[in-house]
């Protein structure tokens, strides 16, 4: 049996002594266990559940109610909903590793200031962009600012809570240098507060002080001291599926979209997917969030981009090639 379903010796005794797959026999004097040809397939399932981690209970609940596809599906789709949130935060907390290594292999002891010179229309337009995706979890203190990155190619404002990215290019900025801080959101509504008149605008980073220097006005704060997760590999895979959109027409799509009530984590919660179809494909999104990252774009020509049903939906502008509104999919049962 251990050869024909994948199990252990070991793994056949302990689900045994559960109770899930008793063999057909045991010989008294070897204690060697023997199975029935019928049992092969429920071993073969087994080991399958337990590849994917599935706990004992639930394995147990499988093989009770194999014939009964709605309890199965409750059971599997709680477990994936599961694999797919620790997946999410494994993602998470690596690219903040990656980040602390790139960190450690760029900075100096005494780095020094960096300034970016924009202006106050285009830094006000940029961080309007990106600030519906901040994080407002507290046990996630890196995902609540706003991530000003700077580098030869781009200077970019970036933000997101797990569920969106948005990511807002400052066109035309002039750094002088290479930069990645963390914008606590009090010092952003004061930037923002303080942008009523346009004007050459200069951000200044020194150690841990940050200064925006606005017609008018200076705006002084201290970056945050959280490690922002590495945003560009989530960006890197291209969507295998484009749509050309017009926003207006999307949002219309989005109100007559059907809605469904899903369940998504193992506490039975649940929350409203709103269903697209964009091309031939098929995704559960959340209708508030897709509406936010629809405000805060130019209102024109819109490139959609997706890899499936449970990727990413990507929207681009093509009028502002460096900006992107990403948006994490609800798994639609």
Not at 119 to 126: I, P, R
Not at 294 to 319: M, N, S, Y
């Amino acid at each position: 049996m251990a050869r024909e379903s994948g199990l252990s010796v070991s793994a056949l005794r302990f689900y045994d002594g559960a109770g899930v797959l008793m063999p057909a026999r045991v010989d008294p004097q070897s204690s060697y266990r023997f199975y029935g040809d019928d049992q092969v397939v429920t071993a073969r399932l087994i080991a399958r559940l337990r590849r994917v981690g599935l706990p004992l209970a639930d394995i147990r609940r499988v093989l009770e109610h194999r014939r009964e596809p709605s309890v199965v599906e409750e059971v599997l789709g709680a477990h994936l909903a599961r694999l797919e949130d620790g997946l999410a935060d494994a993602r998470c907390e690596l690219s903040a590793a990656r980040a602390l290594l790139d960190q450690e292999k760029s900075v100096t002891a005494f780095p020094a200031p960096v300034s970016i010179r924009t202006t106050a229309a285009e830094l006000a337009a940029a961080l309007r962009a990106v600030g519906h995706a901040v994080g407002k979890d507290p046990e996630l203190p890196m995902l609540t600012g706003v991530l000003l990155d700077v580098d030869d190619a781009a200077v970019r404002l970036v933000a997101t809570d797990r569920y969106r990215l948005a990511v807002s290019a400052l066109a035309g900025a002039e750094p002088n240098g290479e930069l990645r801080a963390l914008l606590p959101v009090a010092l952003v509504d004061e930037v923002l507060a303080a942008c009523g008149d346009d004007g050459p605008t200069t951000i200044c980073v020194e150690g841990d002080a940050i200064t925006v220097e606005m017609p008018g006005r200076t705006v002084c704060g201290q970056r945050l001291d959280h490690d922002f997760p590495d945003y560009r590999r989530i960006l890197r895979s291209s969507g295998a599926h484009r749509v050309d959109s017009e926003a207006a027409a999307l949002r219309a799509q989005l109100a007559a979209a059907p809605i469904l009530p899903v369940s998504t984590g193992p506490d039975g919660a649940e929350e409203t997917a709103t269903v697209l179809t964009l091309g031939s494909v098929e995704i559960g999104v959340n209708r508030e969030f897709l509406l936010e990252a629809l405000e805060v774009g130019a209102g024109g020509q819109l490139v959609l981009e997706l890899d499936g049903p449970i990727a990413p939906l990507v929207l681009r502008d093509p009028a502002r090639p460096g900006d992107v509104r990403m948006l994490m999919p609800i798994r639609l049962p």
